[in-house]
């Protein structure tokens, strides 16, 4: 939900003119977002037009929810999902490219690439992972490279987020964009930016 619609068109764009076509944009709800609407209001959908980019909801049909057992061994997610992990189906074999930004999160201090995966490879109780947030991103990076030949991740820091984000953080501009198939460093250089402890 906080994709930003020049970020979109961007990376589309770029996929695109490397011949990279068969692109699936995937939106997932929140606890307090419509993916649907989410999609409309944050000028998604008019790029994907734009593209002839047929985008799926994660919430919805004809995505189904399978069952996984991830090879690694879990920190936390067994325990706060006893019943089992459940992924999307249509994730399993396909490279993922993340789309987040800049910005602050007042569970988690901030969200950027990891926690991207957070709301696409958990279902709705993924809010109760928030007390265990360091965990549950090694888990769902663990997740991440059992069931993705490759991850990659363009964070947009043209505009970046702080204080009590990502609802309602003030703006800053900073006209930076990161980009990189590691995560980790994504987010530490994301974190170094914004003063935080990498």
Not at 2 to 16: C, E, F, I, N
Not at 66 to 86: H, Q, T
Not at 92 to 119: C, D, E, Q, Y
Not at 140 to 149: A, D, K, R, T
Request: charged share 20%; aromatic share 8%; proline share 7%.
């Amino acid at each position: 939900c906080s994709t930003t619609p020049w970020q979109l068109d961007g990376v589309v764009s770029a996929l695109k003119s490397d011949g990279y076509g068969e692109l699936i944009p995937a939106h997932n709800g929140t606890v307090v977002v419509d993916p649907v609407e989410g999609s409309i209001n944050n000028k998604h959908k008019v790029v994907e037009e734009k593209h002839g980019l047929k985008s799926v909801f994660l919430d919805y049909p004809p995505v189904e929810w399978v069952p996984y057992r991830p090879k690694a061994k879990m920190l936390v997610l067994d325990d706060i999902f006893p019943e089992g992990i459940r992924i999307p189906d249509m994730f399993i074999g396909k490279n993922v490219l993340h789309l987040p930004t800049v910005k602050t999160h007042v569970f988690t201090t901030m969200t950027g690439a990891m926690k991207n995966a957070f709301g696409g490879l958990l279902n709705q109780k993924r809010h109760w992972t928030h007390s265990v947030i360091h965990e549950t991103l090694v888990d769902l990076l663990n997740i991440q490279q059992e069931i993705h030949p490759r991850i990659f991740a363009v964070t947009d820091g043209t505009f970046a987020g702080d204080g009590p984000g990502p609802r309602a953080m003030r703006w800053h501009e900073k006209n930076v964009i990161l980009a990189g198939a590691d995560q980790v460093a994504i987010d530490a250089i994301a974190a170094k930016m914004m003063g935080l402890n990498p």
